[in-house]
Every structure is written in structure tokens, then in C-alpha cells.
């Protein structure tokens, strides 16, 4: 059974910066998509960043320049790196994953991501 689990949320001050860590645990695939996706409350859940076996990695435009998203040695090891977080970044943050490495850049299905983890929250405060 694949399970996913992130870490790494919190409560920061405008321009700070946090990481996010995802463990993916039970995954016997070798290609894979992971990725990082974001909901505030009252809005609709979108993709902030892909990455694929290959390395290959996708960033939304909302948060280019400031996130980077990189796996860990371990390959099944996700991060966000987060720098000069903005007010409207908050929201909860969830890890997923699915073999179908076309989901990293089919974002418009970004629902059909077969493993989530149970979020963690990223408050930015003004």
C-alpha cells in the first residue's frame, strides 16, 4: 500500500521562506510523476510544481522564481522549497503521486493523481 506523507508546513511572515517534505512510502513503479498541489480556502485546488523520473521538473507561473521543487537521493523523497513567500501562498499543501508520468504535465487532470498525502498547512502573514 503506497502511502505519502508531508512535513514541513507552518506559519511565516511575508518574504520568509519554508521547506516542504514528502516521504513516499510503498511505491513500486519505476516511472512516476510527484508533484505539490495547493488549496486555499474558498478556491480550487492547482498544481504548483511536477516532477517526473527523468528529473524533469514544471513550476506554475504563480510561483517561479521563488519555489523549486527537487527529489531527494532516494528518488520517493519529494521537497518544496519555498523563498519570499507571499500572502497569498497560503493554503494547505499536498504530495501526490501516480505512475502515469503524463499527469506532471496533463495538469488539467491533476485530480486523477492516485496517491495523496493528508496536507499540511502554509500560512503566510502581511
Known amino acids: 500500500q503506497v502511502q505519502v506523507a508531508e512535513s514541513g508546513g507552518g506559519s511565516v511572515e511575508a518574504g520568509g521562506s519554508l521547506r516542504l517534505s514528502c516521504k513516499i512510502s510503498g511505491y513500486t513503479e519505476t516511472n512516476y510523476c510527484m508533484g505539490w498541489l495547493r488549496q486555499a480556502p474558498g478556491q480550487e485546488r492547482e498544481v504548483v510544481a511536477t516532477?517526473?523520473?527523468?528529473?524533469?521538473?514544471k513550476v506554475a507561473d504563480s510561483v517561479k522564481g521563488r519555489f523549486t521543487i527537487a527529489r531527494g537521493n532516494g528518488k520517493l523523497t519529494l521537497f518544496l522549497q519555498m523563498n519570499n513567500l507571499k500572502p497569498e501562498d497560503t493554503a494547505m499543501y499536498y504530495c501526490?503521486?501516480?505512475?502515469?508520468?503524463?499527469?506532471?504535465?496533463?495538469?488539467?487532470?491533476?485530480?486523477?493523481?492516485?496517491?495523496w498525502g493528508q496536507g499540511t498547512q502554509v500560512t503566510v502573514s502581511s
Open positions: 516532477i517526473d523520473n527523468d528529473g524533469d521538473s
Open positions: 501526490a503521486a501516480d505512475e502515469w508520468v503524463g499527469l506532471c504535465y496533463a495538469w488539467q487532470r491533476s485530480g486523477e493523481f492516485a496517491h
